[in-house]
């Protein structure tokens, strides 16, 4: 087997490398060292001019606020890795790609994982958004995001078998009395589905959260908390 066949290539910049700010403290851009970093790479292995496995990887860090031309080494703008593995006699064994990107006021993330074998595929998907306040500090930093709202889903396939979830939340609160309200919830099992809807925190005290979230049935309703007591056997504290 050959070695790993490297290659670089830059991502909106004239070169394949940005320098990016190692800051000492939380605001002085004079405190501080620099390295150089790259915003793609793609690694690639070969047997016999055959293509076995490869990943790419692209960033965009963040433009400091403090040095003109530079960039920091923290919570990359956006991220994306990508890549697939071969199988010896041809097609796709394993093929999967992750995205993330964070802006003013949302962060998003998506992606997919896929694996085929023989007569058998699984695969795994994801869509998460958020909108929200992003908080940054010293030359730009991300330091904080407090979330208005968020859009789930998710979904598991294998083997003729399926899980998706799906739900809006919103109205959350931090503290001792943490809580955020559910709406539109979607819980499908194969064929079998629960609606889902309420404001998921723990009112009363009991350490089982869920009673302010209703679970629909096609046989009828319930809470999340007497589901979870229920089917899950988990015990209330008081």
């Not at 990887?57 to 593995?85: I, Q, R, T």
């Not at 896929?114 to 306040?133: I, L, P, R, Y």
Request: hydrophobic share 40%; glycine share 10%; charged share 15%.
């Amino acid at each position: 087997m050959s070695a790993p066949c490297w290659d670089a290539s830059s991502l909106g910049a004239p070169s394949p490398t940005v320098q990016l700010h190692m800051l000492t403290n939380d605001g002085s851009p004079y405190q501080g060292y620099f390295i150089e970093a790259p915003t793609k790479m793609t690694a690639k292995v070969s047997l016999d001019a055959q293509v076995l496995a490869q990943g790419t990887l692209a960033v965009a860090w963040h433009p400091s606020s403090c040095l003109a031309g530079k960039y920091l080494y923290d919570a990359p703008d956006a991220l994306e890795l990508s890549g697939f593995v071969n199988r010896p006699g041809g097609g796709r064994a394993i093929e999967a790609s992750a995205r993330y990107s964070i802006g003013a006021s949302k962060v998003h993330t998506s992606g997919s994982l896929s694996a085929k074998g023989a007569g058998n595929e699984a695969s795994v998907q994801w869509d998460v958004s958020s909108v929200g306040a992003v908080e940054r500090s010293g030359c730009g930093r991300l330091s904080n995001f407090m979330p208005a709202n968020l859009d789930f889903s998710a979904g598991v396939s294998a083997d003729g078998q399926s899980l998706a979830l799906s739900f809006l939340a919103d109205q959350f609160k931090s503290g001792p009395e943490a809580s955020f309200r559910l709406q539109n919830g979607v819980l499908k099992v194969n064929k079998k589905q629960v609606t889902f809807s309420g404001v998921l925190d723990d009112a009363n005290g009991n350490c089982v959260p869920g009673e302010n979230v209703t679970l629909t049935f096609s046989s009828g309703s319930t809470s999340l908390e007497a589901f979870l007591i229920g089917q899950f056997g988990l015990r209330t504290c008081r």
